[in-house]
């Protein structure tokens, strides 16, 4: 069993943030996507 992603693209408004990618997933895999942008929905506070 897999998942088939082909072509892939993601728009934030006028912003691209994910341009044609294509990839599969198979069984047992584990998958997960992260730009070199990648800010943590959360922040510490003291």
């Known amino acids: ?3 088939e992603v ?3 693209t ?3 408004g ?3 943030a994910i341009d044609g ?3 599969d997933v198979y069984q ?3 998958f997960s996507l992260v730009s070199s942008r990648f ?3 959360s922040k510490e506070r003291s």
């Open 28 to 30: 047992g895999e584990v």
């Open 10 to 12: 993601k728009f934030y």
């Open 1 to 3: 069993m897999r998942v």
């Open 21 to 23: 990618i294509s990839f």
């Open 14 to 16: 006028d912003t691209t």
């Open 39 to 41: 800010r943590p929905a």
């Open 6 to 8: 082909s072509q892939l």
